[in-house]
């Protein structure tokens, strides 16, 4: 658990880079044998790309890293639990486990909508483990929202 702490840490800093650009703060890591590979925030608005999430910037950084496209070693912490296209992006690089932070109700793959993880049709299986830190991850998004709530309603700083 400790590692898990650490390398969530580090995700929920990609995270506030990503709120500082005003993209959603979702930030992601990519380890492999404890040792941080890559790591990816959130940049969709900032790069006009509906595909730069947090997760598939880290994963892309993570195969130039070490050369491969094939991530068989590698886990993936993310703050948010994993939408349809990351999980996707997540299986295709054989990622071998994720560790995510806050649900996502809305959107989440990995239980709160849909369990991809847990189909047994698919060729590849990654293991999935959510809810480290969800307090501090959903956090920093429910205080990114409510300020972007705000702002649209001119009452921040008025």
């Known amino acids: 658990m400790t590692n898990d702490l650490r390398f ?3 995700a929920l800093e990609q995270a506030a880079l990503a709120a500082d650009r005003g993209e959603v703060p979702v930030g992601a890591v990519v380890v492999r044998h404890n040792e941080v590979v ?12 509906p595909s ?6 880290a ?7 070490i050369g491969n496209y094939r991530l068989t070693d590698c886990s993936l912490y993310v703050t948010l639990e994993p939408c349809l296209m990351c999980t996707g992006a997540i299986f295709q690089a054989r990622i071998a486990e994720v560790v995510f ?6 959107t989440g793959v990995a239980g709160s909508v849909l369990n ?14 959510g809810g480290v830190m969800a307090e501090e991850c959903g956090q920093s998004l429910q205080e990114f929202f409510a300020l972007r709530r705000a ?4 009452g921040a700083g008025s």
């Not at 890559?38 to 790309?49: K, Q, Y």
């Open 8 to 10: 969530m840490r580090i």
């Open 38 to 49: 890559a790591v990816g925030s959130n940049a969709p608005i900032g790069l006009h790309d």
């Open 52 to 57: 730069a999430h947090a997760e598939v910037i």
């Open 59 to 65: 994963l892309r950084a993570a195969g130039q890293a």
């Open 101 to 106: 932070g806050a649900s996502d109700p809305k």
């Open 116 to 129: 991809l993880y847990q189909n047994h049709q698919l060729n590849h299986q990654t293991q999935v483990r």
């Open 151 to 154: 702002l649209q309603r001119g």
